[in-house]
């Protein structure tokens, strides 16, 4: 497992904003997702469990930002099952 430091080190590498573009807002308020081409095939799978988890919930920054950690925990976790670190998905 990667150290802080390596994992600070990596991220540092990578623009500011990009765990932040997994889940974006649209102008119309919708939430966008914006995965890697890798786990695009599974995309359904998370639009099914942020839909779960925030159904009938008011819109609310809070929600979107809790959504936001939701899908990079989500993007994470199916990198590890792969044995990838999450910024070589997007670097495919």
């Given at each position: 497992?990667?150290?802080?430091?390596?994992?600070?080190?990596?991220?540092?590498?990578?623009?500011?904003?990009?765990?932040?573009?997994?889940?974006?807002?649209?102008?119309?308020?919708?939430?966008?997702?914006r995965?890697?081409?890798?786990?695009?095939?599974?995309?359904?799978?998370?639009?099914?469990?942020?839909g779960?988890?925030?159904?009938?919930?008011?819109?609310?920054?809070?929600?979107?930002?809790?959504?936001?950690?939701?899908?990079?925990?989500?993007?994470?976790?199916?990198?590890?099952?792969?044995?990838?670190?999450?910024?070589?998905?997007?670097?495919?």
């Amino acid at each position: 497992m990667a150290s802080m430091t390596e994992r600070a080190r990596r991220t540092s590498r990578l623009d500011d904003g990009y765990y932040l573009d997994i889940l974006c807002e649209s102008d119309s308020g919708s939430w966008v997702l914006r995965l890697p081409p890798v786990l695009r095939a599974q995309q359904q799978e998370l639009e099914q469990m942020l839909g779960k988890v925030f159904s009938g919930r008011p819109s609310s920054k809070e929600n979107f930002a809790l959504a936001q950690q939701l899908s990079l925990n989500w993007c994470s976790s199916k990198a590890r099952q792969a044995g990838v670190a999450l910024e070589d998905y997007w670097a495919q």
